[in-house]
């Protein structure tokens, strides 16, 4: 019995790009889908794709990771879902913006009591270097007496002051921000433009407390008037503590709102 052997011909299976190569050597055991949506947050913490920047075609990434365009599609689906990417129609993907739309319906929760939501105006009272202490230290995860910056500033909605601020951050992670002249409204612009800080999402606890001798100064509050203080960590793509804010909030005319998905 002659054997076909000889005369078939077995095709060679086609090498795998480099590229691709090492991101597989990168990948684990967790659902693909996650492994390559931790990869591209990678891409977004290291500035490789930049606030506001048009990413590859779900093909082209998917060649370049060696995975199918359909688990490239499901993380960037997630990753939209975050608003870290805005997907726009027929005109792809793209890195989204701290712009102040973004800000206001994702990390801006106080809404007056007419229901119409506005973007806050602010008032820097104050910027200044000091040393981490104990609570600072424990919420932004840095050592204890590390250089750190403290900003104070007033909000306003409607011409009303109303939220009085106190914002801490690591000086390692925003070199010479405290010499910037006028601080914009929108610091966590400031933060992704210029020092590459993407705030991805945020922890916060709420609690009802009475108005203190600088809320009376700067909000107009009657003297132990209850006020609702919002304590936020926020947090970068990489999942760095950014910022740690206490915003002491009047509520006589306005409210917290947050929308359950």
Partial sequence: MNSAKGNSKRSEPRPTPPAARAAHASLGYRPLYRQVKELLMKRLGDGSWAPGQLLPSEPEIAAGLGVSPGTVRKALDEMSSESLLVRRQGRGTFVASHDEERILFQFFRMVSDSGERRFP??????????????????RLGIALKESVVAIERVRSLDGRPCIHE????????????ERI???????????????GVTIARGSE???AVAAGPRQVELLGSE?????????????????????WRRSLCRTDQSHYLSDLK
């Fill in 181 to 195: 002249k006028d601080l914009p409204n929108n610091l966590y612009a400031l933060y992704s433009v210029k020092y």
């Fill in 223 to 243: 003297p132990g008037e209850p006020i609702l203080l919002i304590d936020r960590v926020a947090l970068g793509v990489d999942g760095t503590s950014a910022e």
């Fill in 166 to 177: 106190k914002i801490v951050l690591p000086r390692a992670l925003f070199p010479g921000i």
């Fill in 121 to 138: 105006e602010s008032r820097t009272i104050s910027v200044s270097v000091a040393k981490a202490d104990a609570l600072a230290s424990k």
């Fill in 205 to 207: 606890s709420l609690k």
